[in-house]
């Protein structure tokens, strides 16, 4: 029996998505029995309980310290303010990481893992290191470039480098360079070299089996949208969907057609809108062949998702690594980038210089990045057939590979 550990940060959605397309492929590599045990907090913990109802006793609450939310993504001034006093729920930083540790070190010793595989969890790369356990890090990222000033994160970054330099396989989420997207986000050293493998983006290699068209699926067919995705946790949702209700305020927006999806599973939010300004439901729109303008749903199925983007103009994003690698890897569809974090900034920068879409950071930059798109769309196309190309999207089994890898060694 093999017992590997997956630890997952929890800020944000991209880290838990690439660990369960990974802890899918894990089965087809490693031909041992497996047990894995998942370790998370706040909605990655309550996740991974939905995901797994049979299997609680292998996932472990472990309250990693993250950012404060704010509201539009981490509030700088309230996380630096919890380094010494409690904020919220969440005690000082200094009692929360002592906490953390703890919890690791308890869980680690309890079931001797054969292999850890981490996700943005840097503490579990210090423990694996200490005990002698092999360790994978996932990341796409390593000592960002900083925007706005940021001096003050420079000292954190290097400590969590330092962390991360202890994994035994460091592995990039990303295709090989020269298209990587992430790659003003990543440098690394010189003495790490050995340890980088770029293995691709860990998307979803299932074949959806089709089924008939839902009634979205019907009313958007043979119209020109955009796609555009809120996504993240709380606040970088809302942080995102405010910027976007301002722009859909615009005079410019009254006649641009869109499709907006919140992440959140509540049918409440599924509704069309009107160029008349009224409101409907899906099936209703539908029926009455209503003229529509915007539609917002609040969680698309795995068909639905497929559909919009491939019939989409263009995609409206925060810059998430995951998301980009969606849009444009696997659909080559161009995007409009409106950062939240430096991580989007550098990412967008990249994408933009490479003709594959555009970086917004206002509601006037976002109107021509459209006007643009829509006005060169060759251009593009020719710019993202030579991106899709060369986009590897196997992450997950190149991934799977390695760790089977590791363990024939250690035998």
Excluded at 21 to 42: G, M, Q, T, V
Aim: charged residues 25%.
């Amino acid at each position: 029996m093999i017992k590997i550990g997956e630890f997952i940060y929890p800020w944000g959605s991209g880290h838990y998505s690439r660990m369960m397309r990974l802890n899918d492929a894990l089965p087809d590599y490693i031909k041992d029995d497996l047990e894995i045990h998942f370790s998370s907090k706040d909605h990655v913990y309550e996740k991974l309980l939905e995901k797994f109802p049979t299997k609680r006793e292998q996932i472990h609450e472990i309250l990693m310290p993250t950012p404060i939310d704010g509201e539009v993504g981490p509030s700088v001034s309230l996380s630096m303010l919890n380094m010494l006093v409690p904020i919220a729920k969440n005690p000082p930083l200094v009692k929360q990481i002592a906490n953390y540790l703890r919890e690791e070190r308890k869980l680690y010793d309890q079931e001797n893992f054969d292999l850890v595989i981490n996700d943005g969890d840097v503490g579990s790369n210090v423990l694996a290191k200490r005990r002698g356990i092999p360790s994978i890090f996932v990341t796409n990222q390593f000592m960002p470039k900083l925007w706005k000033s940021k001096f003050y994160f420079y000292p954190s970054l290097i400590f969590i480098a330092k962390q991360i330099a202890k994994a035994d396989r460091i592995l990039v989420a990303d295709s090989p360079p020269p298209y990587t997207i992430c790659e003003y986000n990543l440098n690394f050293p010189e003495k790490l070299r050995d340890k980088i493998t770029y293995v691709g983006y860990f998307t979803n290699g299932k074949t959806i089996s089709k089924e008939s068209n839902t009634d979205l699926e019907n009313l958007i067919q043979n119209s020109e949208f955009g796609y555009w995705m809120r996504t993240g946790n709380k606040s970088t949702n809302n942080g995102t969907g405010k910027k976007y209700e301002g722009v859909f305020s615009l005079p410019e927006m009254e006649n641009e057609k869109r499709v907006v999806s919140h992440a959140r599973k509540d049918p409440s939010i599924d509704s069309v809108l009107a160029k008349d300004g009224k409101k409907y439901s899906i099936s209703e729109a539908l029926e009455k062949k209503i003229d529509w303008i915007q539609i917002d749903i609040g969680f698309l199925s795995e068909q639905e998702k497929d559909t919009v983007l491939s019939l989409c103009k263009y995609g409206v994003v925060n810059g998430s690594h995951t998301v980009l690698g969606e849009i444009l890897g696997t659909k080559a569809k161009p995007i409009i980038g409106i950062p939240i974090y430096d991580e989007h900034t550098n990412q967008l920068r990249w994408i933009e210089e490479r003709n594959l879409g555009a970086l917004a950071n206002n509601e006037k930059q976002i109107i021509k990045a459209i006007k643009n798109i829509k006005a060169n769309y060759n251009q593009y196309e020719q710019s993202l057939q030579e991106f899709s190309k060369n986009f590897v999207s196997n992450g997950a089994e190149n991934s799977a590979r390695i760790a089977n890898e590791i363990l024939e060694n250690k035998k």
